[in-house]
């Protein structure tokens, strides 16, 4: 059967699929009327998060059984369209909870050391030995906001660095077993309490816009945010503003309300680290996200033998 692999896929997952009996089409850049084209006789359709699966390119493509997200959100397929045509859509969420956990670590630790702007003065010649403002981690207190399989990894890490973990999630009926020491908290206290906020939802119609002028003033003044998880969780032109106000000490952001940004206010201060939607941009990642992705296909294309 027919699978196009859009956004690029691992080699061991076309391998898998090949294997499978199945004819991979490989494809990038496509949106519209050609993926539309592409998909022309395919069962199965994997995407990562370049590719926009409208209504119009379910309705047109009748043999389209099967999209699955090589990757954790689905805000790139209209899935209302989907249940309509009756196609399955899938994804692979526990692929690449390692590579955001660390890259959430790894924007935080290089906001609060100020690691972008020393090495940018050395490069230039300059020696600022003593950076103004760099904080630690331990004893600090982190909310999370979202408690699945990657805000369990961020608290994993963070209880490694001896800060006070607390997680909102209303989700979860029953707090997961291994985390006693993150203390299960509301809303308004995940926001109350946090030297640092870290995002970890999904973005749709009820999680837009979840953190406004209204919840960063909820959080105590010096506080920094985290967002690897989407960028239209956060209201950009009220973070710009908190920072501006010296409200909010930083802010370390890997996705955005629209991608790429284009130029953004909050890219211009001197207290924002940001980076390209890296969370999931590791080898590792990719091809977990990848094999598994090649496995949901494989399970339900099954090809018939001999």
Same mark, same amino acid.
């Given at each position: 059967?027919?699978?196009?692999?859009?956004?690029?896929?691992?080699?061991?997952?076309?391998?898998?699929?090949?294997?499978?009996?199945?004819?991979?089409?490989?494809?990038?850049?496509?949106?519209?009327?050609?993926?539309?084209?592409? +998909?022309?006789?395919?069962?199965?359709?994997?995407?990562?998060?370049?590719?926009?699966?409208?209504?119009?390119?379910?309705?047109?493509?009748?043999?389209?059984?099967?999209?699955?997200?090589?990757?954790?959100?689905?805000? @790139?397929?209209?899935?209302?369209?989907?249940?309509?045509?009756? =196609?399955?859509?899938? @994804?692979?969420?526990?692929? @690449?909870?390692?590579?955001?956990?660390?890259?959430?670590?790894?924007? +935080?630790?290089?906001?609060?050391? @100020?690691?972008?702007?020393?090495?940018?003065?050395?490069?230039?010649?300059?020696?600022?030995?003593?950076?103004?403002?760099?904080?630690?981690?331990?004893?600090?207190?982190?909310?999370?906001?979202?408690?699945?399989?990657?805000?369990?990894?961020?608290?994993?890490?963070?209880?490694?660095?001896?800060?006070?973990?607390?997680?909102?999630?209303? +989700?979860?009926?029953?707090?997961?077993?291994?985390?006693?020491?993150?203390?299960?908290?509301?809303?308004?206290?995940?926001?109350?309490?946090?030297?640092?906020?870290?995002?970890?939802?999904?973005?749709?119609?009820?999680?837009?816009?979840?953190?406004?002028?209204?919840?960063?003033?909820?959080?105590?003044?010096?506080? =920094?945010?985290?967002?690897?998880?989407?960028?239209?969780?956060?209201?950009?032109?009220?973070?710009?503003?908190?920072?501006?106000?010296?409200?909010?000490?930083?802010?370390?952001?890997?996705?955005?309300?629209?991608?790429?940004?284009?130029?953004?206010? +909050?890219?211009?201060?001197?207290?924002?680290?940001?980076?390209?939607?890296?969370?999931?941009?590791?080898?590792?990642?990719?091809?977990?996200?990848?094999?598994?992705?090649?496995?949901?296909?494989?399970?339900?294309?099954?090809?018939?033998?001999?």
């Amino acid at each position: 059967m027919r699978v196009l692999a859009a956004d690029g896929l691992d080699s061991a997952a076309i391998l898998a699929l090949r294997e499978a009996g199945h004819e991979v089409i490989e494809a990038r850049a496509l949106q519209g009327a050609e993926l539309i084209r592409a +998909l022309e006789g395919c069962r199965a359709l994997i995407v990562r998060g370049a590719t926009r699966v409208t209504a119009e390119v379910l309705e047109r493509t009748p043999t389209l059984k099967l999209v699955v997200r090589a990757g954790t959100g689905l805000d @790139n397929v209209d899935l209302e369209a989907a249940k309509r045509r009756g =196609v399955r859509v899938s @994804n692979t969420p526990a692929a @690449n909870a390692v590579s955001v956990a660390e890259l959430v670590f790894g924007l +935080l630790i290089a906001l609060e050391r @100020n690691i972008a702007s020393a090495s940018q003065a050395l490069r230039e010649g300059r020696w600022e030995k003593s950076a103004a403002g760099a904080r630690e981690l331990a004893g600090r207190r982190l909310s999370l906001m979202g408690f699945g399989r990657i805000g369990r990894e961020v608290a994993r890490r963070a209880i490694a660095f001896e800060m006070e973990v607390a997680a909102h999630d209303p +989700l979860l009926d029953a707090w997961p077993p291994g985390f006693e020491r993150v203390s299960r908290v509301s809303f308004g206290d995940a926001l109350r309490r946090a030297d640092v906020l870290s995002l970890h939802v999904p973005l749709t119609s009820e999680s837009r816009g979840l953190i406004g002028a209204a919840e960063l003033a909820m959080l105590p003044e010096g506080a =920094v945010i985290v967002n690897a998880a989407r960028g239209g969780l956060v209201d950009e032109v009220a973070l710009e503003a908190a920072l501006a106000s010296g409200r909010l000490r930083g802010a370390a952001l890997d996705v955005f309300a629209s991608e790429p940004p284009g130029r953004l206010a +909050l890219l211009e201060r001197a207290n924002v680290i940001a980076t390209p939607h890296l969370g999931a941009s590791t080898l590792e990642a990719q091809r977990r996200a990848g094999l598994e992705a090649a496995a949901i296909v494989i399970a339900a294309l099954r090809v018939p033998r001999g």
